[in-house]
């Protein structure tokens, strides 16, 4: 852990990028925000009372992976856990719902339902499109679906969009069936803008 905050920290440094995180066990959680400027508590940890607390009480921004197997409506237990340590500070992140073995799918209407809780939301177009586990010893999935998701995901209204990208997706060594190339991401996110802005202006004009 040590090594990789050095890194993240590097990377802080000489981007002058705000750096965002998972950590996985509670005592991690206030070293990790020394350095991060957000802290992840990942999908499969999201409903554990210790990681949740921790994460509020370091004050950073806290950004809470929905799991796999919960309902949009029933992060709000996750939010009351942050709150009660006085931090607002709270992002939720939407990353698809376990449907049978190895799938995944996104229901789009569970945006606007977290979005209810009060907090923004964020949609991970990558890990939306695994396939947990259909790779054998690692998640499979299928990459061309990722900017259908990211535009689709724009269309229904987010606050943020988290990707992984590597420049070479097949060897990445985390879900490279999900790593999104490169030099494809420019385009990619020029039409997610472009759609978000016709999604708020829509919004403005219903409400």
């Given at each position: 852990?040590?090594?990789?905050?050095?890194?993240?920290?590097?990377?802080?440094?000489?981007?002058?990028?705000?750096?965002?995180?998972?950590?996985?066990e509670?005592?991690q959680a206030q070293?990790?925000?020394?350095?991060?400027?957000?802290?992840?508590?990942p999908?499969?940890?999201?409903?554990?009372?210790?990681?949740a607390?921790?994460?509020?009480?370091?004050?950073?921004?806290?950004?809470?992976?929905?799991?796999?197997?919960?309902?949009?409506?029933?992060?709000?237990n996750?939010?009351q856990?942050i709150?009660?340590?006085?931090?607002?500070?709270?992002?939720l992140?939407?990353?698809?719902?376990?449907?049978g073995?190895?799938?995944?799918?996104?229901?789009?209407?569970?945006?606007?339902?977290?979005?209810?809780?009060?907090?923004?939301?964020?949609?991970?177009?990558?890990?939306?499109?695994?396939?947990?586990?259909?790779?054998?010893?690692q998640?499979?999935?299928?990459?061309?679906?990722?900017?259908?998701?990211a535009?689709?995901?724009?269309?229904?209204?987010?606050?943020?969009?988290?990707?992984?990208?590597?420049?070479?997706?097949?060897?990445?060594?985390?879900?490279?069936?999900?790593?999104?190339?490169?030099?494809?991401l420019?385009?990619?996110?020029?039409?997610?803008?472009?759609?978000?802005?016709?999604a708020?202006?829509?919004?403005?004009?219903?409400?």
């Open positions: 852990m040590e090594r990789g905050l050095e890194i993240l920290q590097t990377v802080k440094s000489t981007l002058n990028v705000p750096v965002l995180t998972d950590f996985h509670p005592w070293p990790v925000s020394e350095v991060a400027d957000i802290l992840q508590v999908a499969f940890l999201c409903r554990q009372t210790d990681m607390g921790a994460a509020g009480l370091t004050g950073k921004c806290v950004n809470v992976k929905k799991g796999q197997f919960m309902a949009p409506w029933d992060m709000k996750v939010v856990k709150e009660e340590t006085g931090n607002r500070n709270i992002l992140t939407e990353r698809g719902v376990s449907f073995y190895n799938t995944l799918v996104v229901d789009m209407y569970a945006l606007p339902q977290m979005r209810g809780l009060g907090y923004p939301v964020c949609f991970d177009a990558t890990h939306s499109a695994q396939r947990p586990g259909a790779g054998g010893t998640s499979g999935g299928n990459r061309d679906a990722i900017p259908y998701l535009r689709a995901a724009a269309a229904v209204g987010i606050d943020t969009l988290f990707m992984e990208v590597h420049p070479e997706p097949e060897k990445g060594l985390s879900d490279p069936a999900t790593m999104f190339p490169l030099d494809k420019e385009e990619l996110l020029i039409s997610v803008r472009d759609i978000d802005a016709i708020r202006k829509q919004t403005k004009s219903c409400v």
